[in-house]
């Protein structure tokens, strides 16, 4: 199965800062199949970033997506309050599904 | 607005079943893959299972394989995730989750709220 390992474990910045989250694969992912997840505590995940750069319904554009092959980021530019929270980025290139482990934004 | 409300969580000791079922609403059922996700208690996301369109092909991760079993009911929109033999390390919030896609599983841009499965003695 294809392993996707986050990093870093925990962000911290303050608002108005921008994150870089970096997911990367343990074999390349085909036709950039990958996606990334929000999480807030006690809430379902939610889809941000489907095939690596495309954003998904009602997402500001200070999300971006990025990458190929191993290699992935998602970028938040201008981090509003709203952004702290888990992010997990997940492949479906290959079954099983697999999701990296994820990356705590939180507030410094 | 698409809704999937989960239910049939609880406490269950080691060895024994339950059924999850997820009702879902506001979009063409049979018309896309759906999985369950699950998440141990302040861990990350594992993929469970998927039950796809068309071909109404299953998938299984390899740590439930043999002991779940995935199904659906187009005429009810409605997704199951039979469970047997459960173990302690099956205890996690069980997501349901609608695919993007219809053939295969994928990505999901909708998510249940999540059912609790504790398994223990």
């Known amino acids: 199965e294809i392993v996707l390992t986050q990093s870093p474990g925990t962000l911290s910045l303050s608002p108005g800062e921008r994150a870089t989250l970096s997911c990367r694969a343990s074999?390349?992912?085909?036709?950039?199949?990958l996606a990334w997840y929000q999480q807030k505590p006690g809430q379902s995940p939610r889809l941000l970033i489907y095939v690596a750069s495309s954003r998904a319904t009602g997402i500001p554009d200070r999300f971006s997506g990025s990458g190929s092959g191993t290699d992935f980021t998602l970028t938040i530019n201008r981090l509003e309050p709203e952004d702290f929270a888990v992010y997990y980025c997940?492949?479906?290139?290959?079954?099983?599904?697999?999701f990296g482990g994820g990356t705590k934004v939180e507030i410094k | 607005e698409v809704q999937l409300l989960e239910s049939g969580g609880g406490l269950v000791q080691p060895g024994g079943s339950l059924r999850l079922s997820c009702a879902a609403s506001?979009?063409?059922?049979?018309?896309?893959?759906m999985s369950w996700v699950r998440q141990a208690p302040g861990k990350g996301l594992e993929w469970v299972s998927a039950f796809t369109n068309g071909d109404t092909s299953t998938y299984y991760a390899d740590s439930v394989k043999g002991r779940f079993t995935i199904s659906r009911d187009d005429s009810k929109n409605t997704l199951y995730l039979q469970m047997d033999s459960l173990r302690a390390e099956d205890t996690a919030i069980y997501y349901c989750?609608?695919?993007?896609?219809?053939?295969?599983?994928?990505?999901?841009?909708?998510w249940g709220q999540g059912t609790l499965v504790t398994v223990s003695s």
């Open positions: 989750a609608k695919d993007r896609w219809t053939t295969s599983p994928a990505h999901f841009d909708c």
């Open positions: 506001g979009f063409t059922f049979n018309n896309y893959a």
């Open positions: 997940q492949q479906y290139g290959r079954s099983p599904l697999t």
């Open positions: 074999q390349s992912i085909s036709n950039n199949y």
